[in-house]
């Protein structure tokens, strides 16, 4: 990899029109947090930016919902959502805001440039206007008739009932949002960056020159780059944003997807005066930690903007994750099906390292994954407190115990091979903590750590400090040997305890702060340089006593959320009678009852979000006490999964090895009889209602996208 002098991270810029949940922080927040803690350790130069995204449609609709403007809405929630990412520790250097002058300034600048270099088509179109308040119509600001499931209030974009894509046009009996009046068409004028030029770069600079980057990525960016790129409008029709600094533009703001990456560069320009080492000197890393829903703003607009303004650094890397559901359910804002962060830090004081802990543990690196207040519990009391915990707790009540409270010496030439495996144990525990965050596998690094506690359990457990200390009488001619025992065995788990404490602070940062407080020592031990030494607290230091690091979380607080959950979201849609699609005349019809047949029209996104891979069975055996299911091991050729499979019936386990499936890749984890099934795999059936295979054919590698 190139030596870089200095890292610049981003994350990405929360539409400051509501409070964050969990999934906001799994997406990008904490891996940021956890890499650039990481980076600071290591005494790297690095700069963690972020903020709020205060432009843009979803801002003016909260604003018109609540009654107020939207300078009121954004600096209500960008206070809030600053306060939750500060509550979670969070560590940006800055948290900006792009309502800011210097914000303005920098996006219209940015515009300009470009402008000036002739790179911007003008293109008139036709768009919906509304007549009574003389405004264009973002799609938002249009609803209608859904002309999938019937609900008459979906919008322009989206119907979110059903949750199908739409258009405008789709729409029946489309309305104005702000008057209610009957939309019209009418021609405006934008500027457009062609997009297009930049696709034989993309190309080259994406998939030849980054095959690095995470599978998830880079696939997404190979789609869109095969289906070929368009120009893209970079104004839009509001009086909320940035103005267009043309004299020809009134009424004409910057495209929120243009202005709000600009925000990365106006953050670093806020916070220091160095800002363009950060972003026009080559040996600058720039990194962004996003969503999946962010990778082709990120990835392919982005940069063509930097590669077209011509003096910018390009981002090195983009680990974005995928989504995070919760309790088997996508998280929907509209429908109050959330964990929202400024409730959670109110109902589990304290436990904020409890949940970073969870969210990294289960973070949707790869694919998407589930939150349960179950599995957090779980986690937390089985993991953080049964393991991490009770190795630092016994340690100190032993230390306290059976040496008087000050670190014991440690007898070198009475070291056993439990006691030399143990320190081997510390030192190879960080080189692959280490390996895991150089390369953004934060779940992998974290299990490490956790890893590395449970042999310290193992470890004291085999010594039983307790047992031997009984041995310690006058009378007993092994006393000296004894005492070195307990020495050795307490010596070594303190130290253990002192690298614990800087593995786990990229990730639970309060925690490592309460172990250095109950070690006595200075921040400084938390440099990355001092972590496998096994010489880090010295020799008859005296320790303060024990504090319990983290705490239990009761079945009745899990109850309570689920019933928090449940009764802060709408009921589930009542199940409605699928309707014909548009006449092949182009006429709408009226919705008409189908009893069987055919499922409802969907369009190109809906299908576009089912990510189908090829794969090959490896093994296959019965899920006990399930007539109907079989255990499968499936190769995708990036990863080995385990899919459960309602397939017993039909075939038989020995039959399956080295058969070649088609596997829905991306479905949400389901436990089925206690074993978590990844994905689904593609079936049919045949005219006599046996189930078969639907394979993409030999020649398909394991792993093929299938489009």
Same mark, same amino acid.
């Given at each position: ?113 470009? @402008?000036?270099?002739?790179?911007? $088509?003008?293109? #008139?179109?036709?768009?919906? &206007?509304?007549? =009574?308040?003389? !405004?264009? %119509? ?125 925000? @990365?560069?106006?953050?670093?320009? $806020?916070?220091? #005066?160095?800002?363009?080492? &950060?972003?026009? =000197?080559?040996? !600058?890393? %720039? ?421």
């Amino acid at each position: 990899m190139k030596d870089f002098k200095r890292t610049l991270i981003t994350a990405a810029l929360p539409y400051a029109n509501g409070p964050i949940h969990i999934g906001h922080l799994a997406g990008c927040y904490i891996p940021a947090d956890i890499y650039a803690r990481y980076l600071r350790a290591q005494k790297k130069d690095v700069k963690f930016v972020g903020g709020s995204d205060e432009h843009g449609v979803p801002i003016t609709i909260r604003a018109m919902k609540e009654g107020v403007t939207p300078q009121d809405i954004v600096d209500k929630y960008h206070a809030q959502i600053k306060e939750s990412m500060a509550q979670m520790g969070i560590s940006f250097d800055i948290y900006a805001r792009t309502s800011d002058k210097i914000h303005h300034e920098t996006a219209a600048a940015f515009f300009k440039e470009l @402008y000036d270099k002739g790179l911007f $088509e003008e293109r #008139e179109t036709e768009q919906f &206007y509304d007549e =009574k308040t003389n !405004t264009f %119509l973002a799609d938002r600001y249009i609803t209608g008739t859904c002309p999938v499931c019937g609900n008459p209030n979906a919008y322009g974009d989206q119907c979110e009932k059903c949750g199908s894509s739409l258009s405008p046009e789709q729409l029946i009996n489309p309305r104005s949002t702000l008057s209610d009046a009957v939309p019209i068409k009418k021609t405006t004028k934008h500027w457009y960056f062609p997009l297009q030029n930049y696709e034989p770069w993309l190309k080259q600079w994406i998939l030849e020159d980054h095959k690095e980057w995470k599978a998830n990525v880079y696939g997404q960016c190979k789609s869109w780059l095969d289906n070929g790129l368009q120009p893209r409008a970079m104004t839009r029709d509001s009086n909320w944003g940035i103005k267009v600094p043309l004299p020809d533009a009134e009424g004409k703001v910057l495209y929120v997807w243009f202005d709000a990456p600009i925000g @990365y560069i106006s953050a670093t320009k $806020e916070l220091t #005066e160095n800002w363009a080492d &950060y972003w026009c =000197k080559e040996d !600058t890393r %720039l990194i962004h930690f996003i969503g999946k829903d962010n990778i082709v703003f990120h990835c392919i607009i982005f940069p063509s903007m930097l590669k077209a303004h011509g003096n910018f650094v390009l981002p090195d890397n983009v680990p974005a994750n995928e989504f995070l559901n919760i309790e088997g359910q996508k998280v929907s804002t509209s429908r109050n099906w959330a964990v929202w962060v400024h409730e959670y830090v109110k109902d589990f004081p304290g436990c904020e390292d409890a949940l970073r802990y969870v969210l990294c543990s289960n973070a949707p690196e790869t694919k998407d994954n589930d939150f349960t207040w179950k599995d957090f519990q779980d986690r937390n009391n089985n993991e953080l407190v049964s393991i991490f915990g009770n190795f630092v707790n016994r340690t100190f009540v032993l230390m306290h115990k059976l040496c008087g409270g000050k670190v014991p010496p440690l007898h070198a030439a009475t070291l056993d091979d439990t006691d030399k495996a143990i320190i081997s144990d510390i030192q190879q525990s960080v080189a692959r903590v280490q390996t895991a965050l150089d390369n953004f596998r934060f779940r992998d690094a974290l299990f490490e750590v956790i890893d590395l506690a449970r042999k310290g359990n193992k470890y004291m457990q085999e010594k039983e400090p307790w047992i031997v200390a009984k041995h310690l009488t006058a009378d007993n001619p092994e006393r000296e040997r004894n005492q070195q025992k307990i020495d050795n065995c307490l010596h070594l788990c303190l130290q253990l305890t002192a690298n614990l404490a800087i593995l786990i602070n990229p990730f639970l940062p309060t925690a490592a702060g309460k172990m250095l407080y109950m070690m006595k020592v200075v921040e400084r031990m938390l440099d990355w340089e001092n972590a496998g030494k096994i010489n880090l607290l010295s020799v008859g230091y005296t320790l303060r006593a024990p504090e319990l690091l983290f705490r239990k979380i009761e079945d009745a607080e899990i109850a309570a959320q689920l019933e928090k959950l449940k009764a802060g979201s709408e009921q589930q849609p009542e199940p409605v009678a699928s309707i014909k699609p548009e006449a092949t005349d182009g006429k709408r019809q009226t919705a008409v009852p189908i009893a069987t047949g055919i499922k409802p029209e969907i369009v190109f996104d809906d299908f576009s979000k089912i990510d189908l891979r090829t794969g090959t069975i490896l093994s296959a055996e019965k899920v006990a006490k399930a007539d109907k299911l079989l255990k499968l091991e499936i190769d995708l050729g990036f990863e080995k999964r385990v899919i459960v499979s309602g397939i017993a019936q039909h075939f038989s386990p020995e039959a399956l090895p080295g058969k070649k499936v088609v596997v829905v890749a991306n479905l949400a984890p389901r436990k089925m009889r206690g074993i978590e099934s990844n994905g689904m795999i593609l079936m049919a059936e045949d005219a006599a209602g046996k189930l078969v295979f639907v394979a993409a054919g030999d020649e398909a590698p394991d792993g093929a996208a299938i489009s």
